[in-house]
C-alpha cells in the first residue's frame, strides 16, 4: 500500500511539473520597462548574480516599471546596458542638463563593496565658488583647463539662470572634470568642492558647442567576478539561449535556469522533457517558491 501511494505522488509531481503552469509569478523577468535584463543583472531577490542584488533591482509599479541602481547615496534609473563592453548608464534624479538645470541636494556615489565602477563620463561641477583651478579631490586638482570651451557651451543653456547666473555666465563657476574620481567615502561630494550642481555628459557625438545634442548620464562599467564569468560560460547562455533566467537558489546561491512555464532547472529549458533532470528539479521548484514569496 505505501509502495503504491509513494509511486502515485511521484507520478502526481511528475504530471504537475512537466505541465505548463502559467499561474507561477516568478520574481524574475527578461526585461524592466524597456530594457532588457540579463545575468549577471536581475529583477528581484534570486535572479541574476547573487553579487549584483540588493544593487540592481526592478521597481514594483507595474505600470512605470524602472530598473535601478541603488547605493548609500540613492537610487538611479538605469537608461541603458551594453553587455558588450560590461557598461550601464544612470540618470541621477538630480543630474542637471541643458534643457534641465538644478541644485543638488545630496551627492552621488557608489559603494566600495559593489562591482561598478565609474566609466568615462565627462562631469561638469557648476555654480562653484571661483576660482575653480583651486579645486582638489583627494589633493589632486580636478579641472581639466583644456577643456574649458565645454563650459562656455553650457553656459549658453537657458536653464543656467536655475543657478542665479546669468546666460553666457563666466567660465570661473565651472569645471570640467574628467576623467571623474570619487573621493575616500566613494562620492562626488559638490559640497566639500564647493559647486552647487553637476551635469555628466556621456557622449558628444559630433556637437562640442550645441550641449542640446549632448547625450547625458553617467556611465558606470561592472565587473561579474570569477564565479560570474564560470556561471555565464558553462551555464547561463544556455540557459538564456532556451528561453530561460538565469538566477540563483535560496540560501544556497547554486544556479537555477528560471523558464517561462514556472519550472526552474539546474541546465536550461530545453531539458523539461526529460523526466531525469525533471525529478531533480522538484527541490528547485519548492525553492522558487520561497524566492516568489
Known amino acids: 500500500m505505501g509502495s503504491s501511494l509513494s509511486l502515485f505522488t511521484l507520478l502526481f509531481f511528475l504530471?504537475?511539473?512537466s505541465c505548463p503552469t502559467s499561474s507561477l509569478d516568478s520574481p524574475c523577468h527578461s526585461t524592466c520597462g524597456s530594457i532588457q535584463v540579463k545575468y549577471p543583472f536581475g529583477t528581484g531577490n534570486g535572479c541574476g548574480s547573487s553579487r549584483f542584488h540588493p544593487y540592481i533591482t526592478c521597481s514594483p509599479d507595474k505600470d512605470q516599471e524602472q530598473l535601478l541602481l541603488t547605493t548609500h547615496t540613492g537610487s538611479y534609473p538605469i537608461t541603458s546596458i551594453s553587455y558588450?563592453?560590461?557598461t550601464l548608464t544612470i540618470t541621477p534624479p538630480y543630474m542637471s542638463t541643458c534643457t534641465s538645470m538644478q541644485p543638488s541636494p545630496?551627492?552621488?556615489g557608489l559603494d566600495w563593496a559593489s562591482p561598478f565602477q565609474l566609466g568615462p563620463s565627462t562631469f561638469l561641477l557648476l555654480s562653484c565658488k571661483p576660482p575653480t583651478s583651486s579645486l582638489t579631490v583627494n589633493s589632486y586638482p580636478v579641472c581639466d583647463a583644456s577643456s574649458s570651451h565645454?563650459?562656455?557651451s553650457f553656459h549658453s543653456c537657458p536653464s543656467i539662470t536655475s543657478f542665479g547666473l546669468p546666460l553666457f555666465a563666466p567660465i570661473d563657476t565651472c569645471c570640467v572634470y574628467a576623467p571623474a574620481n570619487f573621493?575616500?567615502?566613494g562620492e562626488l561630494d559638490l559640497k566639500g568642492l564647493k559647486c552647487d550642481g553637476y551635469a555628466s555628459v556621456v557622449s558628444f557625438a559630433d556637437y562640442p558647442t550645441e550641449p542640446a545634442r549632448w547625450v547625458y548620464g553617467v556611465e558606470l562599467k561592472y565587473s561579474g567576478g570569477a564565479f560570474d564569468e564560470y556561471y555565464m560560460d558553462n551555464k547561463c547562455t544556455s540557459c538564456e539561449t532556451s528561453g530561460g533566467v538565469c538566477g540563483y537558489s535560496?540560501?544556497?546561491?547554486s544556479f537555477v535556469c528560471?523558464?517561462?512555464n514556472g519550472v526552474n532547472t539546474t541546465t536550461d529549458c530545453y531539458n523539461l522533457n526529460n523526466n531525469?533532470?525533471?525529478?531533480?528539479?522538484?527541490n528547485w521548484d519548492s525553492a522558487s517558491s520561497r524566492i516568489s514569496k
Open 15 to 17: 504530471l504537475l511539473i
Open 84 to 86: 558588450t563592453t560590461s
Open 106 to 108: 545630496t551627492n552621488l
Open 150 to 152: 565645454l563650459c562656455a
Open 183 to 185: 573621493n575616500g567615502k
Open 250 to 253: 535560496i540560501p544556497s546561491e
Open 258 to 260: 528560471l523558464c517561462n
Open 276 to 282: 531525469d533532470q525533471i525529478l531533480a528539479n522538484i
